[in-house]
């Protein structure tokens, strides 16, 4: 596996986002994806702590090339994490 950026399964809905787990070179990279972000690009209904799961698995391929991208862009907040 040649893999710059692979990602974990765990996803962690919070209260107007999905964090997923991203790593580089060994290190844990916390990516945020706003409910509103994720209801774009799938195109869908709204999304709420109650089917953001499930829109999120409908689009994660996306999310994770913006997210990778992002990392390799080196476009950190302050404290180290991915926003898309």
Known sequence: ???NVIFG??????????RFIAQRQG???NCFVSF???SALCQSQ?????????MFEQCR???EDQAEALINQEAFTDIGDIKL
């Open 1 to 3: 596996m040649n893999q």
């Open 9 to 18: 399964d765990q996803l962690f809905v919070e209260a107007d986002n999905v």
């Open 27 to 29: 290190v844990n990279i």
């Open 36 to 38: 509103s972000t994720i």
């Open 46 to 54: 709204a999304v709420s702590e109650h089917n953001a799961a499930c």
């Open 61 to 63: 391929f996306d999310l």
